[in-house]
């Protein structure tokens, strides 16, 4: 038994390479944290959407909170040990009937991780059952290693640069991860996975957080940040992030540009496709 995790879902995590659902927060908290999300968005006159929705942990306490609340963190140091790092955040809102749609990729094609070891924990903030567009794996690809993409140019595909998996993938063969307002997913940075369009008439969103154990290391030539979220740091390997006190204030703001334009730069210097 882990601190978080029974003995079957580490099982099942190392054979399937993902573990669903996974129980962290009251129903009525994720309803507060959606309506700050869009309170927000209404303010700004932007949603929170392609482009727009990388490391939010930057921006808000209220995500601040999230990716350190323990409900989530013993389910990591269960998987990955207890020196953590949050190494990317993603919010993945897609709207009732829009054609929003994530194309199927591994998680590891575009961060240049060495050991390639991180964990995505999925952490629903509205309902995400399968017509809403959940995510869809294929169990047991996270053995397969790192698979090719290609890069595709559709503007309904959310992921920041259309990565795609360059082979079909056998639909008789995938698993749906339907989660509810306040549990999550965890998923292996080789698993194949994808989401489909949002079918349901309710908004489906969720916060992808990426963690590592602290003696990863990020291959590429220009350093980038990631937050240190629980034990300790003997390696040095990333520039520490600054926790957000104020709701997006200037100083969450200059901080959380400054992190992104280092991820992107990094994200673009990496030439998978060619591999
Ligand atoms: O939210 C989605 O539909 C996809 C999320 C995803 O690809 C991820 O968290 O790695």
């Known amino acids: 038994m882990g601190k978080k995790l029974t003995d079957a879902q580490i099982t099942q995590y190392e054979r399937d390479g993902y573990v669903c659902p996974v129980d962290a927060f009251p129903a009525e908290q994720m309803r507060v944290w959606h309506e700050r999300l869009e309170a927000f968005e209404r303010a700004e006159g932007q ?4 482009g727009h929705n990388f490391k939010p ?55 240049a991780l060495d050991p390639i070891c991180h964990v995505t924990a999925w952490v629903a903030l509205t309902d995400a059952p399968v017509e809403s567009g959940c995510m869809e794996v294929v169990p047991g690809s996270h053995k397969l290693g790192q698979m090719r993409h290609a890069e595709m140019q559709d503007p309904e595909n959310l992921l920041s640069r259309g990565q795609a998996l360059a082979v079909d993938v056998d639909r008789t063969r995938t698993a749906f991860m339907p989660v509810k307002a306040g549990q999550f997913s965890l998923h292996h940075t080789h698993l194949v996975h994808n989401s489909r369009p949002n079918r349901s008439n309710d908004r489906r969103i969720g916060l992808g957080i990426s963690y590592i154990p ?3 290391r990020c291959t590429a030539r220009n350093r980038v940040t990631a937050m240190l979220v629980r034990g300790q740091d003997r390696y040095g390997n990333f520039d520490e992030e600054r926790r957000p006190t104020a709701e997006a204030g200037p100083e969450e703001r200059a901080f959380h540009a400054d992190a992104v334009a280092r991820f992107r730069a990094m994200n673009a210097s990496l030439n998978i496709a060619a591999e």
């Open 47 to 50: 949603k929170m959407t392609r």
């Open 57 to 111: 942990h930057l921006l808000f306490p209220w995500v601040d909170e999230i990716v350190h609340a323990p409900a989530v963190l013993d389910a990591i140091e269960d998987l990955i040990g207890p020196d953590i790092r949050l190494f990317h955040l993603t919010v993945w809102p897609k709207d009732p009937g829009s054609g929003a749609y994530v194309s199927w990729h591994q998680d590891a094609t575009y961060f």
């Open 214 to 216: 602290t003696h990863a």
